[in-house]
């Protein structure tokens, strides 16, 4: 599927939500300050729209929310991108300084499992003083965890028995696809100033592969500021490619899925080396935003220092989107997109999908001490589209790991279920695919996680389509 003519444009709403993470502007910076941010998009009320719930800081150093600014906050949406607070009657205010974490069935038995991101070691007795924020080499680091869903409402710590516990990092972010078409769900973490994890899923325990895989680092072979990543399939070829963000001079690292066990970095073929060299982000997104067929990068951006650290560092910046042109090269849009319709901020977590049934995807961001934004897609390309929502029945019940393929005369892009997207947030609507000019869908094949696979012939763009797995292998 060649790519189409057209532009990516978005247009800012507001939401009342102000990211409060304990920063003063004389105090000590305490690290936690810092990393804040997570939100989530997922539909808490069972009514097929995308509600809104952000994770909110605390006071600094004791991590309590000692005041209602400290309130972690869900909005409901009406399902067209207007929302309400909800938050007191859901009693989701939280105590504690709250950031993320990602869902993923790791065994297959058809029940959600928790993967825990750990950053580091941290006390506020023991906190170096620095201009700013201090370097994560003066903290040690701490292994992820991995919780075991008992099928009764409780979690099992399994992170020793599956091997994760052996590898300590100082974990920033977490995507999740099967990157080995083995049927199992594998993890990729980015680490702060220490190489990337990949986790092979093997069946039970999991193997850390990140150098044999050529994705523990950047080309340059310098360990970076690993932020947030995501892990879908960027040129259509079927296979789950690898992208992270950083900070400037480290730029935004592309893995190529080889389909032979290994990546193939291409930030540089594609152009994201110089085009992302300036920038410093945290938030990315793999999405379709122009429905043309190929998915483009979204990246939340903003420095990981202080604003009192602007004579040195470009601190609060723009959000970029990179188009895909074609699933080799990309360009980069930040005026171009609409982005200057709102102030440069320290943006962290980031969060997509169709607030307003329409197709497109849109994207939520949080700032440190700044409103969050909503960013509606406007784009004016006339694409199709189509989304789909999984109910597993013998799989997890949001089919979270399946992999979709949908063939239409113009290309045959591919997509999966994972809510695991960015800096610790969730995107956990339905799966959108871009069809270009294609008013229908040939086929759209289904690959549950559960091993069965369902196809379905002569869909319809411009649709939610409701997909339940069938309760009988055909």
């Known amino acids: 599927m060649a790519p189409a003519a057209g532009q990516i444009r978005f247009r800012p709403a507001q939401i009342p939500f102000t990211l409060e993470n304990g920063e003063t502007a004389a105090g000590p910076k305490y690290t936690p300050a810092t990393m804040a941010g997570g939100l989530a998009l997922f539909d808490c009320d069972g009514d097929g729209d995308l509600d809104l719930y952000f994770a909110n800081g605390a006071e600094l150093p004791s991590l309590k929310k000692t005041a209602p600014k400290y309130a972690n906050r869900l909005f409901l949406n009406d399902g067209r991108g207007a929302f309400t607070d909800f938050t007191e009657t859901a009693g989701l205010a939280g105590h504690g300084y709250d950031t993320g974490v990602a869902t993923g069935d790791y065994d297959n038995d058809g029940w959600l499992d928790l993967f825990v991101v750990n950053y580091l070691r941290w006390a506020p007795d023991k906190e170096p003083v620095c201009p700013g924020y201090c370097h994560p080499k003066y903290y040690e680091g701490t292994p992820n965890s991995l919780w075991r869903n008992n099928r009764d409402g409780t979690f099992r710590d399994v992170s020793a028995a599956t091997g994760i516990r052996r590898h300590v990092g100082k974990g920033m972010g977490v995507a999740v696809a099967d990157y080995d078409l083995d049927g199992r769900l594998d993890l990729f973490v980015t680490n702060d100033k220490a190489y990337n994890f990949l986790f092979r899923n093997a069946g039970g325990r999991f193997e850390e592969k990140a150098f044999e895989a050529g994705v523990a680092l950047a080309e340059h072979a310098m360990e970076i500021s690993g932020m947030g990543a995501d892990f879908r399939d960027f040129d259509n070829d079927g296979l789950p490619d ?95 997109a609409g982005f200057d319709a709102a102030p440069p901020r320290r943006h962290r977590g980031a969060a997509f999908g169709d607030l307003n049934g329409d197709g497109r995807i849109d994207a939520v ?110």
């Open 365 to 474: 961001v949080s700032a440190l001490m700044a409103p969050a934004q909503i960013w509606i897609n406007e784009s004016p390309a006339p694409h199709h589209w189509l989304l789909i929502r999984l109910e597993g029945t013998r799989s997890n019940r949001d089919g979270i790991g399946a992999r979709i393929r949908v063939l239409t005369p113009a290309g045959s892009p591919y997509n999966h279920a994972s809510p695991s997207t960015g800096y610790a947030s969730t995107s956990a609507g339905p799966v959108h695919f871009g069809l270009g000019p294609a008013s229908t869908a040939d086929l759209v094949e289904i690959r549950w996680p559960s091993g069965r696979v369902q196809r379905l012939k002569g869909v319809k763009a411009g649709q939610v389509l409701y997909v339940k797995e069938p309760a009988e292998a055909p």
């Open 242 to 336: 690898i992208v992270l963000v950083a900070l400037e001079n480290e730029t935004f690292p592309l893995y190529r899925n080889s389909g032979k066990g290994f990546f193939e970095e291409v930030t540089g073929r594609s152009g994201l080396a110089a085009l992302s060299a300036r920038m410093a982000g945290y938030g990315p997104g793999l999405f379709d935003f122009d429905n043309d067929g190929f998915k483009d990068l979204f990246v939340s951006r903003g420095h990981v220092q202080s604003l009192d650290m602007r004579h040195q560092w470009e601190i609060e910046q723009p959000n970029t989107v990179f188009r895909n042109l074609g699933g080799r090269k990309v360009a980069a849009l930040t005026a171009e």
